[in-house]
């Protein structure tokens, strides 16, 4: 289980006090109701799915595209996060005809030598799992060269995307 903290996002300009929790590298929170799911992301991919008539959702910290076959973390890949996520949602009350997604991260944020950085593959496999998938992806704020704090509120499907020196952007 992660850290319980507490956070105040503002909502139609109310204070709400909500529990929080930090999702790190290659973990999957999946929880329901009034609280805040937090990650920090460079080149990896912060996959929000959610049911908001349920209020169940998920964030997973994806690491790399593909799992090459590793059972082992799986937050950490592209392919078994997916599944992973789906199965806690539904677990937890979700339906999957009701989920939606939302996208972050994927920034270049190594010079990189190949064609593709690190983050446009871990972008191209997640949006290809999810179509496959028929889940909609209903925001993103991908790519860049910046790293990213991103915010979930489970409840109101709320994501907030943070990049030092800029204003917060809601996806």
């Known amino acids: 289980m992660n850290e319980l903290d507490r956070t105040s996002p503002l909502i139609n300009g109310k204070l ?8 790190g590298m290659g ?13 920090l ?3 990896c991919i912060g996959l929000v799915l959610y ?14 595209p593909s799992s090459n076959g590793q059972v082992s973390s799986p937050g950490k890949y592209a392919d078994t996060a997916l599944a992973e996520l789906l199965k806690q949602i539904v677990e937890l009350g979700g339906r999957e005809r009701q989920l939606s ?5 994927g920034a270049n944020m190594f010079a990189t030598s190949g064609p593709t950085s690190i983050g446009d593959q871990n972008l191209a496999a997640i949006e290809l799992l999810l179509k496959s998938a028929g889940i909609p992806v209903i925001g993103r704020h991908c790519g860049g060269r910046s790293g990213r704090r991103v915010a979930f509120e489970v ?8 990049i030092v020196g800029s204003s917060t ?3």
Request: cysteine-free; overall charge positive.
């Open 16 to 23: 709400r006090h909500l529990p929080e929790r930090k999702i």
């Open 51 to 64: 049911d908001l008539r349920n209020q169940v959702g998920g964030l997973a910290h994806i690491v790399l």
């Open 41 to 43: 992301l460079g080149s």
């Open 155 to 162: 409840d109101t499907g709320r994501v907030t995307v943070d």
């Open 27 to 39: 973990e999957i929170e999946v929880t329901r109701g009034a609280i805040v799911l937090r990650t």
């Open 101 to 105: 997604a939302k996208l972050t991260g």
């Open 169 to 171: 952007v809601e996806v």
